[in-house]
């Protein structure tokens, strides 16, 4: 069974930066697209960042295009989200979110896209 596993979240000053990331366990992760969705008080889910299986197409939402990055290292199974710049708005649970489409160069920016997912990492910026 896929496990995704998020790390790396936590309270940080506006303008400051901060790395999240999903470990995945019980299949290879380059079976897998992957999204970062994040899930604020009284918002729908946003997927703020996605990667290709492939990891050869990203996409990224306009609210946080030019400030994050999306990367994967599919050696180490993982998928990393560098944010910087942060935001007040910024402030949310990020999940990993993960779709099997194996060796793709398809993007999924669509939450119900996703068949698995983490439970969360929390992401604080206090305005």
């Known amino acids: 069974q896929l496990r995704l596993v998020e790390s790396g979240g936590g309270l940080v000053q506006p303008g400051g930066r901060l790395r999240v990331s999903c470990e995945v366990s019980g299949r290879s992760s380059d079976h897998y697209a992957i999204g970062w969705v994040r899930q604020a008080p009284g918002k729908e889910r946003e997927v703020v960042s996605c990667?290709?299986?492939?990891?050869?197409?990203?996409h990224y939402a306009d609210s946080v295009k030019g400030r994050f990055t999306i990367s994967r290292d599919n050696t180490k199974n993982t998928v990393y989200l560098q944010m910087d710049s942060l935001k007040p708005e910024d402030t949310a649970v990020y999940l990993c979110?993960?779709?099997?489409?194996?060796?793709?160069?398809?993007?999924?920016?669509?939450?119900?896209?996703?068949?698995?997912w983490g439970r969360g990492t929390q992401v604080s910026v206090p305005s």
């Open positions: 990667s290709s299986s492939n990891g050869h197409s990203t």
């Open positions: 979110a993960a779709r099997e489409d194996y060796r793709s160069d398809y993007v999924f920016p669509d939450p119900n896209d996703y068949s698995f």
